[in-house]
């Protein structure tokens, strides 16, 4: 009987770590927020809702871009990428962007390289010029409760 009692024990916490597990990854999936598709240019900008920080008027997150259609994004050192990561933050006053870390990716996934500029990144006037800019900066810089 104690053999019994201790497989369904077993058994019990099997499903329930699975079931944590599948939620803790429906969650990560589910923070990734589609905040402006340029079907022109092929590309398709997220935010991770879960990644905004702030701190006054700046925001801080990870935005990723993707293809639209499955075609290369642009071409790097290693070969064609097809997704970028890119930690970010955006002066929600003057709507200019700081790329800090930014992490190319080809069709599969696998990283091809990454580039950390910190805060010595380049200010992009990219919020106010760019109607991509401007969807990303308006998603992270609009007030939360």
Request: aromatic share 12%; hydrophobic share 40%; net charge positive.
């Amino acid at each position: 009987m104690k053999l019994k009692s201790r497989g369904l024990w077993l058994g019990c916490l099997v499903v329930s770590t699975v079931i944590t597990v599948g939620a803790a990854i429906a969650t990560a999936a589910d923070s990734w927020v589609r905040v402006y598709t340029n079907q022109q240019q092929n590309r398709v900008f997220f935010v991770d809702r879960n990644s905004i920080k702030r701190q006054g008027s700046i925001r801080y997150f990870w935005l990723h871009i993707a293809s639209a259609n499955g075609q290369a994004l642009g071409s790097y050192q290693n070969g064609n990428f097809h997704g970028v990561n890119i930690y970010a933050s955006a002066d929600c006053k003057s709507m200019h962007l700081r790329f800090r870390t930014v992490e190319f990716y080809d069709q599969n996934g696998k990283l091809l390289a990454q580039e950390n500029a910190g805060d010595s990144g380049p200010l992009l006037s990219f919020a106010r010029d760019n109607p991509a800019g401007r969807g990303v900066s308006q998603y992270v810089c609009k007030p939360r409760r």
